[in-house]
């Protein structure tokens, strides 16, 4: 039986040129989907997989011969290309260069994000690792300062039908279904974010996304893995970075429209197809103001075993 993905129900076809394998059997060992044995120093299909070609493509990249190719769950031969030689790759030093400078911006210059930056930050997102083959992220971008506005606008105004969910009442109430997590984060950050938020929308100043140029949200299917999106935005926020773009993550306004009429009319109004277990905004834009300073940041816990 295939993996049900929302974009692909069924599994992906194996071809094997006999002709061009050299029985290496590289392609058998990356396959963990166990398609393929080695039969008379050629490559076979197993006939015991589980779950059929789920349409990695692992073996068609790794096969030095050009013998294997797969066709369907949206991959096909013309998606193989080179990899960038390894002298080309961040080395660590360039890499944590990167890494320690970004800082999340959240003033941003009153100038546009150019259409080729928007595009290079989504191709790159598109590299990242998301779950089962083909990915099942979706992403809605925001290209103006206006367009992000107006949904921050909509959005706020979506907050304000919410505003019950901080009175004591109702906290009170949901005590003991949600937690002490919850209830700690709902009297201590989200109760006094939502009356800042609305107040200062009204006031002209958006707390919500900051006036970016630019907004992206990622969300995944009801079949992704709820990591999917966030590890694309994550992706996203590096390569926006790379290209002198600042960015900053936004996780106030997915979980928020997942639920009820109205939540369901603001995602048809502005494209969002589905309801996500997980995903994320992401503001980006040329910052107005550079850091010269970076700080420290450290896990919970890091425990070796
Ligand atoms: C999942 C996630 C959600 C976030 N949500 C928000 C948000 O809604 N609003 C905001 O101003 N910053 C948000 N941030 C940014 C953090 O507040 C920020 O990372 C933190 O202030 C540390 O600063 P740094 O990113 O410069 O290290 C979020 C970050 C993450 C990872
Ligand atoms: S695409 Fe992936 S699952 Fe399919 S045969 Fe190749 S390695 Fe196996
Ligand atoms: S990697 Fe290519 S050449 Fe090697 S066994 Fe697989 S199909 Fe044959």
Redesign the pocket.
């Known amino acids: 039986m295939a993996i049900p993905t929302s974009r692909s129900k069924v599994e992906?076809e194996?071809r094997i040129d006999t002709g061009r394998c050299t029985g290496c059997g590289r392609?058998v060992s990356?396959?963990k989907?166990f398609?393929?044995v080695l039969k008379d120093h050629k490559v076979a299909l197993s006939g015991t997989s589980l779950f059929g070609?789920?349409?990695?493509?692992?073996?068609?990249a790794i096969c030095p011969a050009e013998a294997i190719t797969?066709q369907g769950r949206e991959l096909s031969p013309d998606d193989l290309y080179d990899s960038p030689p390894p002298e080309d790759a961040a080395t660590y030093p360039q890499l944590t260069a990167l890494l320690q400078r970004r800082r999340s911006i959240r003033e941003y210059e009153d100038r546009p994000v150019e259409a080729p930056l928007i595009e290079a930050i989504l191709n790159a997102a598109q590299t990242a690792p998301m779950g089962l083959p083909p990915s099942d992220v979706n992403v809605v971008v925001f290209d103006s300062l206006e367009k992000s506005r107006a949904f921050a606008q909509d959005y706020v105004t979506f907050l304000k039908g919410l505003r019950f969910m901080t009175s004591k009442f109702f906290l009170a109430m949901m005590r003991p279904f949600w937690g002490k997590s919850n209830d700690e984060l709902f009297r201590g950050f989200v109760s006094p974010l939502f009356s800042m938020v609305i107040d200062d929308m009204e006031k002209g100043k958006n707390d919500i996304t900051y006036d970016a140029p630019v907004l992206f949200y990622f969300y995944g299917s009801p079949y992704a893995d709820p990591a999917d999106a966030l590890v694309a935005a994550t992706y996203a926020m590096l390569a926006a970075e790379s290209i002198g773009l600042g960015t900053c993550m936004l996780g106030a306004i997915h979980p928020l429209i997942q639920y009820g009429a109205k939540a369901k009319k603001l995602r048809e109004k502005y494209g969002i197809v589905c309801k996500s277990r997980e995903g994320l905004f992401l503001a980006v834009g040329y910052p107005a103001l550079n850091y010269k300073k970076s700080l420290k940041r450290t896990f919970a816990s890091i425990h070796y075993q």
Request: proline residues 0%.
């Open positions: 992906a194996i392609c990356v396959c989907s398609c393929l070609c789920i349409g990695c493509g692992h073996c068609m797969i």
